[in-house]
């Protein structure tokens, strides 16, 4: 089943007084690019976060966001820094002397304000229980965002087999219009060379010379190859759409050789209504290109 890279997934896990939440979202991009968001005390878990994700997505700009809260208030510290207090006072004396002032009465709470004076710190718990806990919620957050990947890569896939239907029939009438271009170039040829001679060149040269020029046209403008490739290109693309895992570089190959195959086409066309149809193709080529860089 093909997967967008475009998806969003939610998850949130309580146990006890800890509260876990996390949102992963991803866009496109051409490689595995995880950007993570999450408080200070579970940092030591993101590598096994960055494991977990990229055992199941293997491209796209994704970003990872984590809150987290414990409610029991035994995670929260409050700590002071005694020796900068002391330096810090001892500062605010040599100012007092200096400027012939007197010490505030407030002066320990003022200090007690100040940067790195007093800080709240949260430990996490107990860090195997917390892991299995974060481990938890990501599966279910990673369950999530599949579910809305899933869905946006069924409609694409629906797309792409659309826009294939319609370049499949724009070979078929280029197969069909390749049928009689030879017939058609030699009824031209024949009837300008007679206008320029005013001779009936059949019994002039015999056939010969009108059959080579012939022959050497037929030669350069058949497509017949590159159709024959395109049809194969074609039913790989749909093989490969009804595949697992990432298919995205794979289409994205096979867009490339088909668009390869519509060049070479377009530069042999003979006529005009064939070089429509080589445009055409082209551009809807360009359409399923454009739609294969949202699948993973």
Same mark, same amino acid.
């Given at each position: 089943?093909?997967?967008?890279?475009?998806?969003?997934?939610?998850a949130?896990?309580?146990?006890?007084?800890?509260?876990?939440?996390?949102?992963?979202?991803?866009?496109?991009?051409?490689?595995?690019?995880?950007?993570?968001?999450?408080?200070?005390?579970?940092?030591?878990?993101?590598?096994?976060?960055?494991?977990?994700?990229?055992?199941?997505?293997?491209?796209?700009?994704?970003?990872?966001?984590v809150?987290?809260?414990?409610?029991?208030?035994d995670?929260?510290?409050?700590?002071?820094?005694?020796?900068?207090?002391?330096?810090?006072a001892? &500062?605010?004396? *040599?100012? %007092?002397?200096?400027?012939?002032?007197?010490?505030? @009465?407030? =002066?320990?709470? /003022?200090?007690?304000? !100040?940067?790195?004076?007093?800080?709240?710190?949260?430990?996490?718990?107990?860090?195997?229980?917390?892991?299995?806990?974060?481990?938890t919620?990501?599966?279910?957050?990673?369950?999530?965002?599949?579910?809305?990947?899933?869905?946006?890569?069924t409609?694409?896939?629906?797309?792409?087999?659309?826009?294939?239907?319609?370049?499949?029939?724009?070979?078929? &009438?280029?197969? *069909?219009? %390749?049928?009689?271009?030879?017939?058609?170039?030699? @009824?031209? =040829?024949?009837? /300008?060379?007679?206008? !320029?001679?005013?001779?009936?060149?059949?019994?002039?040269?015999?056939?010969q010379?009108?059959?080579?020029?012939?022959?050497?046209?037929?030669?350069?403008?058949?497509?017949?190859?590159?159709l024959?490739r395109?049809?194969?290109?074609?039913?790989?693309?749909?093989?490969?759409?009804?595949?697992?895992?990432?298919?995205?570089?794979?289409?994205?190959?096979?867009?490339?050789?088909?668009?390869?195959?519509?060049?070479?086409?377009?530069?042999?066309?003979?006529?005009?209504?064939?070089?429509?149809?080589?445009?055409?193709?082209?551009?809807?080529?360009?359409?399923?290109?454009?739609?294969?860089?949202?699948?993973?």
């Amino acid at each position: 089943m093909p997967l967008s890279m475009t998806g969003f997934g939610r998850a949130n896990l309580s146990q006890d007084q800890i509260n876990l939440s996390m949102e992963l979202r991803s866009v496109n991009s051409r490689y595995f690019d995880l950007t993570m968001r999450s408080p200070r005390l579970l940092s030591p878990l993101e590598a096994a976060w960055r494991q977990q994700i990229q055992e199941e997505i293997s491209r796209g700009k994704l970003e990872l966001r984590v809150s987290y809260q414990d409610k029991s208030g035994d995670s929260l510290t409050i700590t002071s820094d005694l020796a900068r207090a002391r330096a810090y006072a001892h &500062a605010y004396r *040599d100012i %007092a002397q200096a400027l012939g002032e007197e010490l505030p @009465d407030n =002066l320990a709470m /003022r200090i007690a304000q !100040l940067p790195d004076v007093i800080s709240l710190e949260e430990e996490a718990a107990d860090e195997a229980s917390l892991a299995s806990l974060t481990q938890t919620c990501l599966a279910d957050c990673l369950a999530d965002f599949h579910t809305m990947r899933e869905v946006e890569g069924t409609n694409l896939a629906q797309g792409l087999l659309q826009g294939l239907d319609r370049m499949e029939s724009l070979r078929s &009438a280029l197969l *069909d219009r %390749a049928g009689g271009v030879t017939a058609r170039y030699r @009824d031209r =040829l024949l009837v /300008r060379v007679e206008e !320029l001679l005013d001779l009936n060149q059949e019994e002039f040269y015999d056939g010969q010379r009108v059959a080579a020029e012939i022959a050497l046209f037929a030669d350069k403008a058949d497509i017949t190859e590159e159709l024959t490739r395109l049809a194969s290109h074609f039913q790989q693309f749909r093989e490969i759409l009804t595949g697992e895992g990432a298919l995205g570089k794979k289409l994205d190959f096979l867009i490339q050789e088909m668009n390869r195959e519509s060049n070479t086409i377009a530069s042999k066309s003979p006529d005009l209504e064939m070089t429509k149809l080589a445009v055409e193709l082209k551009s809807e080529i360009e359409q399923l290109r454009e739609q294969i860089q949202n699948l993973e």
